[in-house]
T-cell receptor, first 110, second 115 residues
Framework: DAEITQSPRHKITETGRQVTLACHQT?????MFWYRQDLGHGLRLIHY???????NKGEVSDGYSVSRSNTEDLPLTLESAASSQTSVYFC?????????FGEGSRLTVL | AQKITQTQPGMFVQEKEAVTLDCTYD???????LFWYKQPSSGEMIFLIY??????QNATEGRYSLNFQKARKSANLVISASQLGDSAMYFC????????????FGQGTRLTINP
């Protein structure tokens, strides 16, 4: 079955370190998204991509970057992790219909 | 910019009762979509139901229905005959239907079903 997977599922890191969260989907979807979930804010869009070599900033993009070198993957990089980036991160993908979410990655920045 | 408001932080309902989760939206777009997602304690996001702004009939999916009132900018989720497994966070979201699922979410409502 096609799926979307995130790794790692849990990570603890220190302030200032670079962190990359992986997202891989096997549906061959053109559209991929990264959201973060925090108490009281629901899910907020970080970055998104509508295809290979296309990336766009979302609502809360500061401190994050993405790259899209193939259809299947959209890694999210925190260049210099900050405590404010402690959150649960969700990757999602879609074609023209339903948005499919990964299981989430819980990141703690100490 | 689109905005979603969910005014009920938490709701408690007896098993087998129907429950309505409120959602109001704010958008200047003529064409948009409204979505509901369920997030159980395990954390995954589960798609429940979708309503397009031009759909004249309210969307239904099994025990879920979406009470769409366009003039009031309201898109309430109705769950009939609630079950213990319905206990979860519920999120309302919106996007432009002509776009590609770039969703704006509300803050969510935590629903607890009591036996």
């Amino acid at each position: 079955d096609a799926e979307i997977t995130q790794s790692p599922r849990h990570k603890i890191t220190e302030t200032g370190r670079q962190v990359t969260l992986a997202c891989h989907q096997t549906w061959n979807h053109n559209n991929m998204f990264w959201y973060r979930q925090d108490l009281g804010h629901g899910l907020r869009l970080i970055h998104y991509s509508y295809g290979v070599q296309d990336t766009n900033k979302g609502e809360v993009s500061d401190g994050y970057s993405v790259s899209r070198s193939n259809t299947e993957d959209l890694p999210l990089t925190l260049e210099s992790a900050a405590s404010s980036q402690t959150s649960v991160y969700f990757c999602a993908s879609s074609d023209t219909g339903e948005l499919f979410f990964g299981e989430g990655s819980r990141l703690t920045v100490l | 910019a689109q905005k979603i408001t969910q005014t009920q932080p938490g709701m408690f309902v007896q098993e087998k009762e129907a429950v309505t989760l409120d959602c109001t939206y704010d958008t200047s777009d003529q064409s948009y979509g409204l979505f509901w997602y369920k997030q159980p304690s395990s954390g995954e996001m589960i798609f429940l139901i979708y309503q397009g702004s031009y759909d004249e009939q309210n969307a239904t999916e099994g025990r879920y229905s979406l009470n769409f009132q366009k003039a009031r900018k309201s898109a309430n989720l109705v769950i009939s005959a609630s079950q213990l497994g319905d206990s979860a966070m519920y999120f309302c979201a919106t996007d432009k239907t002509q776009g590609a699922q770039k969703l704006v979410f509300g803050q969510g409502t935590r629903l607890t079903i009591n036996p």
